[in-house]
């Protein structure tokens, strides 16, 4: 076997079929696995690792030959040789073929060392990250994220789960462009918004209407505006409101702008209306944590507030000021004549006639002067008041 493997004097080409089979039998993998195996069998360790090192020198080797070396040198204990022996595989091969290894490298390497070398582990998905196709994304993400959760932050996890997401479909965007053009990548623009949470659909709805803005569709644009202030708040994303100004000022006009600022104050009310209901909420689940026992008056107007920003959640806020000016009473059961006769109407209009019970009592006269009416106020003559 060292003699068929022997470097010959003048180095050819393995598929040059001009060449004598002995100037090209040192490349053949076939032989060197047969070496391999007779060396793993009757063999020293350092003769087994100089054969899998000559075979990965030539640059014949497969990922499937890395995987072997490198799971005898971890039962040898040489764990550091063994991570090495992987580096040199990744360097050998490209994606889809380095899959395999970078996922044995990366499992045995955690397996190793856990925690202890996070930074290092994080460099390694990173690097197995920047250009791993999407196909095979999805399990070292999810390697990547529950790394984290074990060893890392859970904010460092879910943002490992953000860009697992949003590399995905950038990829699938990237991919749909290049095959069937930008048009096709419409239905995959809108799946990514109905799909992904609010945080990354903003961003795909910005990517989205800017290339309807290229493709020279104006309204497509402005309808995807529309579309994303509902996930806008005014106080918190003021540079999407800009972004969308700044394209009614190149491509709109006086109405288009009028319209943008009124969704605007619209959307800015919606999340008002939001944030003061879950307030009112809050409160009441921790009145009712504490035990707090809260009189009934009190109950009556916790209740009024609740009811009046449910009100405006969904009639908005022109409406129920509306409604809460028609005001209507209930005649309790228990009310007698005596305590009708002291309600009392706040009403704009009553005339104040200054009477008094003791005028009655007292049988003081009063005098009304009678004066004539005009006859357009009720058709005839002669009437008094």
């Not at 997401?165 to 749909?176: H, P, V």
């Amino acid at each position: 076997m060292q003699r068929a493997t022997a470097m010959p004097v003048h180095k050819g080409s393995y598929h040059d079929q001009s060449l004598p089979v002995q100037e090209r039998l040192y490349k053949s993998l076939k032989v060197w696995l047969l070496y391999a195996d007779l060396e793993e069998v009757l063999g020293t360790f350092k003769s087994i690792k100089a054969v899998y090192d000559r075979i990965i020198d030539l640059r014949i080797a497969t990922p499937q030959v890395i995987i072997n070396y490198g799971v005898f040198l971890e039962e040898n204990n040489y764990f550091e040789e063994a991570f090495k022996a992987y580096e040199k595989g990744i360097s050998l091969f490209k994606w889809p073929n380095v899959y395999d290894i970078w996922n044995t490298y990366l499992v045995k390497f955690l397996k190793r060392y856990g925690g202890t070398k996070l930074e290092r582990a994080r460099d390694l998905f990173e690097q197995c990250l920047e250009s791993c196709p999407r196909k095979f994304a999805k399990s070292i993400y999810l390697l990547y994220a529950k790394l984290e959760e074990e060893h890392g932050l859970a904010r460092h996890a879910m943002a490992v789960y953000s860009r697992a997401t949003k590399a995905m479909f950038n990829i699938y965007l990237k991919k749909a462009a290049e095959i069937y053009g930008v048009t096709h990548t419409r239905e995959i623009y809108q799946e990514a918004i109905d799909v992904l949470p609010d945080t990354q659909a903003k961003q795909m709805c910005l990517k989205f209407a800017d290339l309807e803005r290229k493709l020279g569709e104006i309204d497509r644009a402005r309808a995807i505006y529309s579309h994303c202030s509902q996930m806008c708040d005014p106080r918190t994303n003021p540079d999407f409101w800009k972004t969308w100004k700044d394209f009614e000022v190149r491509h709109g006009n006086e109405d288009t702008m009028r319209e943008m600022l009124r969704i605007k104050r619209s959307v800015q009310a919606t999340f008002n209306t939001q944030v003061n209901f879950m307030s009112a909420q809050m409160l009441s689940a921790a009145v009712v944590a504490a035990g707090i026992t809260v009189p009934d008056s009190e109950k009556d107007s916790m209740q009024n507030l609740e009811a009046q920003a449910k009100l405006l959640a969904f009639e908005g806020p022109k409406e129920a000021a509306l409604n809460r000016s028609k005001v209507s009473f209930v005649r309790s059961e228990e009310t007698n004549e005596k305590e009708l006769e002291h309600v009392q109407t706040n009403n704009p209009d009553e005339i104040n006639l200054d009477d008094s019970e003791d005028d009655e009592e007292k049988g003081d006269d009063i005098q009304v002067e009678e004066r004539p009416v005009p006859d357009e106020v009720f058709g005839g003559p002669g009437k008094k008041i």
